[in-house]
């Protein structure tokens, strides 16, 4: 479901939904993010869930992850994704230690200053 590249990396996925426009302000704040992590041993995704009626090809994911000037990759129809993270509204933020286990999961969007800390907690700094 996840490249192999995020092996023994920390993970950010970012669940929204663009039937939901107020989700998408999850895409800035994960770019935010990724930018202040320079490069370093994190990986962000993007999880679009819950397309919008008659938008198969995700067209409207698409265009709400351009708007947002995102440049992490993009996992369209994520709702299998979603389930097993147990998430029950969007947007939704998963962060994910090298180990593999969840080590800090947000119900709605982080402020840039929450997310750094659970990032850096999840990679034991």
Not at 32 to 59: E, H, I, N, Q, W
Not at 94 to 115: C, H, M, Q, R
């Amino acid at each position: 479901l996840f490249p192999s590249t995020t092996l023994f990396r920390s993970v950010v996925r970012g669940f929204w939904a663009p039937v939901i426009r107020s989700s998408t302000g999850t895409l800035s704040v994960l770019e935010a993010a990724k930018k202040d992590a320079g490069g370093s041993d994190v990986s962000f995704f993007g999880v679009a869930c819950r397309a919008m009626p008659g938008d198969a090809g995700g067209a409207a994911a698409k265009t709400a992850f351009a708007d947002a000037k995102a440049t992490y990759p993009l996992l369209l129809e994520g709702d299998a994704a979603a389930a097993d993270y147990k998430v029950r509204g969007f947007p939704s933020v998963a962060v994910i230690g090298p180990d593999g286990k969840v080590a800090a999961f947000f119900e709605s969007t982080p402020t840039a200053d929450a997310l750094k800390a659970a990032i850096a907690a999840a990679k034991g700094k």
